[in-house]
């Protein structure tokens, strides 16, 4: 019975991941979204709504941002901060293509 689980959970695996052509872009996307909000939060030493003495400055909500990759195009929204000190190295100020994405990811 326990076999029958397994090959049924792999046969759904498998029809998300040929059926949805969406679904590499949800996960790429989902992952750099992540990202993006980690380096805000190393950039400023401190979480949202987290006070404390190291904190250096204060989020100033996003910024819509597409970037266009081999998985489709990228909805992100790139947080910044009040000060406008805050730049993601994942990609160029004005950059709407993945070549420099691709060379971020691989040295992290």
């Not at 380096?39 to 970037?67: D, Q, V």
């Amino acid at each position: 019975m326990a076999y029958k689980q397994r090959t049924g959970m792999a046969t759904a695996t498998q029809s998300i991941l040929t059926d949805d052509p969406d679904f590499l872009r949800l996960i790429v996307e989902r992952v750099i979204q992540e990202v993006l909000d980690a380096e805000m939060t190393a950039h400023l030493h401190a979480e949202s709504y987290e006070r404390s003495p190291e904190r250096r400055g204060y989020r100033n909500g996003f910024k819509p941002r597409s970037l266009n990759t081999r998985v489709g195009t990228l909805s992100l929204q790139v947080p910044q901060d009040r000060d406008g000190t805050f730049s993601t190295q994942l990609f160029a100020r004005y950059q709407r293509n993945e070549k420099a994405l691709v060379l971020a990811l691989m040295e992290m």
